[in-house]
């Protein structure tokens, strides 16, 4: 039997660590919530939880019932996607947990629940509640390995791309349903509306192509980020994943040589 990493979540970062994971070959299970908020829906495995199955840079993820079916098609090399977690951690008993779900504050993981814990981001202090936090800010120290200490704090704003941060955003105004007017990969102008969320529509705040949107017809708590757009105007990167993803990946590897796996 391979061991097994559990990653929560299955948003871009999530894929890209579970990608390397099962490159290396471990075998891997990743968690989710029953309905996923992830906007870059064209290389994230979140989307197996509402299309049966996904593949991201040619591997396929599945989503599974239950922690048994997870071990088994974990076993087979697939990539399952269990959502929710539930006892997942209980009967599965992995090697690693790899905290993955990007909230910028910890959601509950605990340095007992696995014989290694790996936190991404800020909310994760390595030695206290994870055995090791990775860097996940861009900047010269992105994918950086903790084994004391915290990654860098929030900063409550967009990583820049093209120079551009918070204009590339847009968030839900207030709680209700998201129905999105354009696709991954779409081209967009500055004040085109782009979706429509809580009785209002949202219009693009620069020129772009849709990096991420959000599937139509999901409720969303008010300041959900809910569209993504690339102001570099090129389609093809929004369906390749990101390379801070894979940096954030490359430091969980880094971890987990460190820690023994």
Same mark, same amino acid.
């Given at each position: 039997m391979r061991e097994l990493v559990l990653v929560r979540g299955a948003g871009d970062v999530a894929t890209a660590v579970a990608i390397r994971l099962r490159e290396r070959g471990l075998g891997v299970v990743c968690t989710e919530l029953p309905q996923p908020? $992830? %906007?870059r829906r064209a290389v994230v495995f979140a989307e197996a939880v509402y299309e049966g199955r996904w593949a991201v840079e040619g591997h396929e993820a599945v989503r599974v019932a239950s922690p048994d079916e997870a071990l088994k098609l974990s076993e087979l090399g697939a990539i399952p996607v269990l959502a929710p977690e539930g006892d997942a951690v209980t009967r599965l008993r992995p090697e690693a947990i790899v905290d993955a779900r990007m $909230?910028?504050?910890?959601? @509950?993981?605990? %340095? &007992? =629940?696995a014989p290694i814990v790996i936190g991404l981001g800020p909310g994760f202090t390595a030695g206290v509640d994870c055995h090791a936090a990775v860097e996940t800010l861009r900047g010269p120290n992105l994918g950086k390995v903790y084994l004391r200490g915290s990654p860098l704090p929030v900063t409550h704003r967009p990583c820049p791309i093209g120079g551009i941060s918070r204009e590339r955003v847009l968030r839900a105004p207030r709680a209700g349903h998201f129905f999105g007017y354009k696709a991954i990969g779409e081209r967009v102008r500055k004040g085109e509306a782009v979706a429509w969320c809580s009785g209002e529509e949202l219009r693009a705040l620069c020129d772009g192509v849709i990096r991420g949107i959000l599937r139509s017809g999901i409720e969303v708590p008010a300041g959900t980020k809910v569209v =993504?757009?690339?102001? &570099? @105007?090129d389609p093809q990167v929004c369906f390749r994943v990101a390379e801070r993803s894979w940096r954030i990946a490359a430091g969980v590897l880094e971890a987990l040589d460190i820690l023994g796996l």
């Open positions: 908020l $992830a %906007i $909230a910028k504050r910890n959601l @509950g993981t605990h %340095i &007992r =629940e =993504e757009i690339d102001p &570099r @105007g």
